[in-house]
């Protein structure tokens, strides 16, 4: 049987060739997998920005899903992370291939965080923190190796990049003093610790677990800063209250230490500036305006923390 695409998974392949790629090779990578793995698919395909997930009946007739990734920086260590999580604080991975990106996980309810008050949203991922932060297996990319690429590209920003040269020198101060402390790794982080990325754990009501990890061994201080800038429109233009109110509900929650989350907040929002700047460069093209709009975003949250 050859599964059909949506039309949103097909869009993936104009984003370059590698992603065409990728697209190409799924319906066969999909059903290689269902046959190999005895899985019956059940109902439409479900898709996030880099995988597709696939709602499937293992042999035993339980209901699992079937993910398949872009085989991306940020995927690699999925089924690792997963693995070494036992089920802990994150969705429970019954079978993986890591070759061709695909893990077998637990179903989980199809209910994420988006619809809780933000506040309550950001204590309910930070309460997953205490299970989630636990010593990093070895193989892990170190987050001061993944942060420590892009000084000399920040370094090389022309004055006239987005991003005020008193921020860009405020990062490399944090990247040298951050990158040569042993607190900087060490720790198993989730990394893409946000609103979509956490859903109801059906087994237990009330309760939440992390799928989609961009595993590394990093500082649990890392991770609070997706929660800030996802679910923008919500701040209702009180951007500086409202970041503020989720940072110290996340803070509270985990018992984080305030001026390190501060330092890791502000270089990850000014390197997700660099990569739109960066994505632009590539792309031969200035930046548009919804990058121009996430550029004000990424600098509007490290103003906020910072206040
Ligand atoms: N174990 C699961 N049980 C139920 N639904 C799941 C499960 N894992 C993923 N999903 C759903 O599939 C979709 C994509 O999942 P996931 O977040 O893992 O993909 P992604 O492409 O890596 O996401 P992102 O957009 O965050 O990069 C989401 O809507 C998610 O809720
Ligand atoms: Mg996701």
Sequence with gaps: MRL???AEVLAFADRGPAWAAYVAA???TLADLLA????TATGEMWWGHASVVLPVLDDAGVEVVLK???PDLETQHEALALQHWGGRGAVRLLRADPRRRAVLLERLARTDLTDLWDVHACEAAAGLYAR???PAPPQ???LTDHVGRYADPLRAL???APLPRRMVEQCLSLLRDLGTDERSTGVLVHGDLHYENVLADPRHEGEWLAIDPHAMSGDPHWEPAPLLWNRWEELHGDVRGGVRRRFH???DTAGLDEDRAVAWTVVRQVLNVLWLVQDAVAAGRSLDVEQRTMVTRMLSVAKAVQE
């Design 132 to 134: 989630l932060h636990v």
């Design 249 to 251: 509900a996340v803070l």
């Design 4 to 6: 059909r695409l949506p």
């Design 68 to 70: 398949v990734a872009f």
């Design 140 to 142: 892990l990319l170190r």
């Design 36 to 39: 190999e793995w005895a899985l």
């Design 26 to 28: 799924l319906p066969g």
């Design 158 to 160: 022309p004055p006239q």
